[in-house]
């Protein structure tokens, strides 16, 4: 598991029983906080022979998720701005 602290936030992954791809979480604050699901990887991969998510970064106000996806195994990225408040994704 991953874990850091970084800007009031911990940040972490996880993985579930009997699922391929990491599950990207946050928690403010404390470790006891309740958990918020950023990026599911799992449900993202659903109907791509292969799925990667790299270079995950959050913005210095905490709302932005920028990543890449590469869904060719080619290096061949898409990247993504995800707004964490209202889940809207936007493809770059």
Do not use: H
Not at 3 to 25: D, S, V
Not at 56 to 66: G, T
Not at 79 to 92: A, P, S
């Amino acid at each position: 598991m991953y874990l850091i602290f970084k800007n009031g936030y911990w940040y972490y992954t996880r993985f579930e029983e009997a699922q391929e791809y990491p599950i990207y979480c946050r928690k403010k604050g404390s470790l006891d906080s309740l958990e918020s699901v950023i990026l599911n990887v799992n449900q993202l991969a659903q109907g791509y022979d292969y799925y990667a998510v790299s270079g995950l970064r959050i913005s210095k106000d905490n709302k932005i998720l920028a990543y890449a996806v590469d869904t060719l195994s080619r290096r061949v990225y898409t990247y993504k701005f995800l707004n964490l408040e209202t889940g809207y994704t936007i493809e770059g």
